[in-house]
């Protein structure tokens, strides 16, 4: 059986809270920052999570992962067990692909300038070898910082692994 591995990424962003918590929230935002790698779905008629009744630990909804937008290769039965408008979330989905998928969604203050810092923290197991399923998580999310901080300005991310 693999190990759990755990991965953070910080960005520091120029733009203000809300604009952010709009971005992350908002599945136009998730998509831009998932493709052209992959794409989730989302039941038709959904736009936001704000648009979902969420019950901490209860599936939202089935996702099919699309690679490349296209190709379906897993699913996320998409599962919030904290939400904090304006804050963060904390998701632990149900994946095809993941004995245990655990990602901490954070909007914090930046001290040194206007603005603020987005981490991820992120905690899995995959259910098949590790190998190949750490780069690509670890790839996959730095892709969504860099499109993050194109989009807003800033800088980022620093990435580490180890999730305190």
Known sequence: MSRTHALVLRSRLDAGRNAVWQWITGFDG???EL???MRMTVPRGIRRLDDVQVVPGERLFRSVILLG?????DYSDLTLIALTPGN???EESPMGSMA???HERRIDDRPDAPGVILVDRLRFRPRIAAI???PLVRTLFRHRHAVLVRAFGGRGPE???DVA
Do not use: K, Q
Request: hydrophobic share 55%.
């Open 69 to 73: 937008g296209v190709v379906p290769v």
């Open 132 to 134: 190949p399923a750490v």
């Open 35 to 37: 493709m052209p790698l």
């Open 88 to 90: 963060g979330f904390v």
């Open 100 to 102: 245990f998928w655990h």
């Open 159 to 161: 990435i580490g692994d």
């Open 30 to 32: 998730i998509t831009r």
